[in-house]
């Protein structure tokens, strides 16, 4: 199986795409019309810091499509 990787989402997607690259959410959060997947992924050995081995991200569906997605700690506010 491929590394999850939050490079290869795009908007638009569909919640299934994006499992079949991130594989299942570790949180899912809903509102109306809206569906936020919540994933922690380890970094690759080279790139992280001694103190970071891995990284909370957001995939967040607009009804039913990706509508935005990134790094946790860089959610934009709303």
């Given at each position: ?26 949180t ?7 569906e936020?997947?919540y ?36 959610l934009?506010?709303?």
């Amino acid at each position: 199986m491929p590394a999850k990787t939050i490079e290869n989402v795009q908007a638009g997607m569909s919640p299934v795409e994006v499992q079949a690259i991130m594989g299942p959410p570790e949180t899912l959060v809903r509102s109306p019309g809206k569906e936020c997947a919540y994933y922690t992924l380890l970094k690759d050995f080279w790139s992280r810091v001694p103190w970071s081995i891995s990284e909370r991200y957001y995939v967040c569906y607009d009804n039913g499509k990706v509508g935005s997605f990134g790094k946790v700690d860089a959610l934009p506010p709303g």
